[in-house]
């Protein structure tokens, strides 16, 4: 769960540190005081895109840091593990983000550097924000194929199925390239066959442009090197006084001392191998410099041949290893041009394969589908019951896909990256009414309850651990946020719930109450969050919210709906 939020120069906040409880916990407000600021400081705690216009005007940078205490922290260091994050501490998840004045962001995981997907992908399994955004989505029919999957547990197949759309798209993308017409093929043959000649006439070999520069070094140097050899060998050998003779006198001075002193016969000894190594010097560098001598016309044919070689480096990719790789390509593609016929017959097979093994796993995902239609409608239905909404008709249909682009036809259906069906949810709110798109039949108040209902169901597949509700109150009552509020004070009891609301029924659930309040000082504005101890403090926030302002009738009516709203103390999930 969350457990610790400080938010540092971030839009109209300067400072703020809030620790949430287990349990319910609610956040209140006047209109415009910022409470939806720190769910947009959450998101981008989460991995969300982070601007420059979030920073505190004054300053260059804003930073949001988060505490949380999974409740599994070995698993949940797993999962660290396998995103390349360091494991937890004590079973707490530390993460920061910080954004610059210019638009930058660094973020951290449990004091490691780490990229935004990686922040995400360590916060998923913990928080799911709900906003009246998803109003929206729940409208939009392409996303009801996913919560169906996400109900029936089809991630699996998905995957499998997912992985053989990928292999028959690209089995499709090869069929159409070779099913081009014969003229097409018959220009690119010829072309390719060109620059290909070019390249075998040249016959470049790997490391050749390398050795030619060294010799050509050598080359164009070789007076100056043969000067140099013949030096060193007259110094050592051949003039008069040189080192040979001065060695060889040295030595045999030595060797008729070492009569009176045997301790000089091993430098005598040593002299006289040293006269040895230096002869055979001299000998091999004489050799070097008579045979070495300027050759112009190898010397423009070294040219030539590196002039070739650049040539068709600058051509093929810029290096002579690209022009070899470039040469390898060229003759595997005239060699498939050459054997179009087979080519085509082997891509027909593999890709009916392809489609065939794709249209097996989308036949068992669409009777998988079919069969937790009826079982996800049910629970969604229970779930509206326990709303206020006990005579809704839900319908779930899983129809064949209609034809799209990018579909292809596989056994007289159509399949895409999803499988071969569509899934509306239809919907009927009142007796005696046919079931219809929800986007012309459901009200604010019906869409926010649906989509409590469907978060409710889905919650039992994937169980995140904090749930966070950004005024998904919107559009209902306050007889319907009494109802709305005891569910989210149920669902607070196997996890923690963190909610932003208007209604005064729906705070008064909760065991952990917040108020955001928004000042100015100094010419500044700013926003704080204060946390309201004591049944007293509560009320009156309650009475603020049912009537604009606090009257003995108002804190009359808030004790009521804080005697029926407010849940037991409970421990720490942690203990």
Not at 81 to 105: I, M, T
């Amino acid at each position: 769960m969350l457990t610790l939020l400080r938010i540092a120069r971030f839009a109209v906040i300067d400072e703020l540190e809030v620790r949430f409880e287990p349990g319910m916990n609610v956040l209140t407000g006047e209109t415009g005081a910022g409470k939806s600021i720190l769910v947009n400081a959450l998101h981008l705690l989460l991995g969300g895109r982070a601007t420059a216009d979030v920073v505190r005007t004054g300053h260059d940078e804003c930073t949001v840091e988060a505490l949380f205490e999974p409740s599994d922290p070995a698993a949940f260091d797993a999962g660290l593990d396998a995103a390349g994050l360091p494991p937890c501490a004590d079973g707490q998840l530390v993460v920061r983000r910080a954004v610059h004045r210019e638009g930058r962001s660094r973020a951290w995981v449990n004091g490691s550097p780490a990229t935004a997907s990686q922040l995400a992908q360590a916060t998923s399994r913990l928080v799911d924000i709900s906003s009246q955004h998803e109003h929206t989505s729940l409208l939009d029919e392409s996303g009801h194929l996913d919560l169906l999957d996400a109900f029936a547990g089809l991630g699996t197949r998905r995957e499998a199925y997912r992985t053989a759309w990928d292999a028959l798209s690209a089995a499709g993308r090869l069929l159409t390239s070779l099913q081009t017409s014969e003229a097409e093929r018959a220009r690119r043959l010829d072309y390719v066959r060109f620059q290909l000649d070019e390249l075998e006439r040249a016959d470049p070999r790997p490391g050749e442009d390398s050795a030619l520069a060294e010799e050509r070094t050598r080359l164009a140097s070789a007076e100056k090197l043969r000067e140099a050899a013949s030096g060193a060998e007259s110094l050592l050998y051949s003039r008069d006084g040189a080192a040979v003779e001065l060695l060889d006198r040295a030595a045999g001075d030595l060797e008729k001392a070492a009569g009176a002193d045997p301790a000089l016969k091993p430098l005598a000894d040593s002299l006289r191998e040293s006269v040895v190594r230096v002869s055979d010097a001299a000998r091999e560098l004489g050799r070097y410099a008579r045979a070495l001598h300027a050759d112009p016309a190898r010397l423009e044919a070294l040219d030539d041949r590196l002039d070739v070689l650049r040539r068709l480096a600058r051509k093929h990719g810029g290096d002579l290893a690209s022009v070899l790789r470039r040469r390898d390509e060229m003759r595997l593609e005239v060699s498939q041009l050459v054997s179009h016929e087979e080519h085509l017959a082997a891509a027909q097979a593999d890709h009916a394969r392809r489609l065939d093994e794709a249209g097996r796993l989308a036949d068992a995902l669409s009777s998988a589908r079919t069969a937790a239609a009826g079982r996800f409608a049910a629970a969604v239905v229970e779930q509206l019951g326990a709303l206020d909404m006990k005579r809704t008709v839900l319908e779930v249909r899983v129809e064949p896909l209609a034809a799209s682009e990018g579909s292809v036809e596989a056994g007289g259906v159509r399949l895409d990256a999803r499988g071969r069906d569509g899934v509306r949810f239809l919907f009927s709110p009142n007796p005696g009414e046919e079931p219809r798109p929800l986007a012309r039949i459901a009200s604010g108040g019906e869409l926010s309850r649906a989509m409590l209902a469907l978060k409710r169901v889905l919650a039992r597949r994937d169980p995140v651990e904090t749930w966070i509700f950004d005024e998904v109150d919107a559009g209902i009552g306050g007889a319907t946020g009494e109802v709305v509020g005891r569910m989210l004070r149920d669902a607070a009891h196997d996890r923690q719930v963190l909610c932003i609301t208007h209604l005064a029924q729906i705070a008064a659930c909760a065991g952990t109450h917040f108020v955001v309040r928004k000042e100015t000082r100094a010419g500044r504005t700013r926003t704080g969050l204060e946390r309201l101890e004591g049944a007293d403090e509560r009320r009156r926030e309650l009475a603020r919210m049912l009537s604009g302002h606090v009257t003995d009738a108002s804190l009359r009516h808030a004790g009521e709906l804080v005697e029926r709203g407010t849940p037991p103390r409970r421990a720490s999930r942690r203990g």
